[in-house]
């Protein structure tokens, strides 16, 4: 059973950084899409970025394109989301995703497969 377990969340001024982690266990990592989706108080969960476990397909909503960095450490088997000039509206529970993917198609960003417990980010204004 595959198990993700996101850090880095945090209380940020507007215009600042986080590094969120997402640590993937239970599984093997190749062969998986990893996602970043996000919630906000009274919203639904949107999709924020993914990548392929190589550390290929790269991709990003439009709200934060330009401002956050997708990454993997297939070593380690972890997933980063680098989160620059962050805006009062990215505050949300970030979520961890994963998928099967074998063959490469890249992430679905329609929420299947395996979540994290989810990381509060808060920027303040």
Aim: glycine content about 12%; aromatic content about 12%; overall charge negative.
């Amino acid at each position: 059973q595959v198990q993700l377990k996101e850090s880095g969340g945090g209380l940020v001024q507007a215009g600042g950084s986080l590094r969120l982690s997402c640590a993937f266990s239970g599984g093997t990592f190749s062969y998986h899409a990893l996602g970043w989706f996000r919630q906000a108080p009274g919203a639904e969960r949107e999709f924020v970025s993914s990548i392929f476990w190589s550390g290929t397909r790269a991709q990003y909503s439009d709200s934060v394109k330009d401002r956050f960095t997708i990454s993997t450490d297939p070593s380690e088997e972890v997933v980063y989301l680098q989160m620059d000039s962050l805006l009062p509206e990215d505050t949300a529970v970030y979520y961890c995703n994963a998928e099967w993917d074998p063959n490469g198609l890249g992430h679905s960003q329609s929420g299947k497969g395996y979540w994290g417990q989810g990381t509060q980010v808060t920027v303040s204004s």
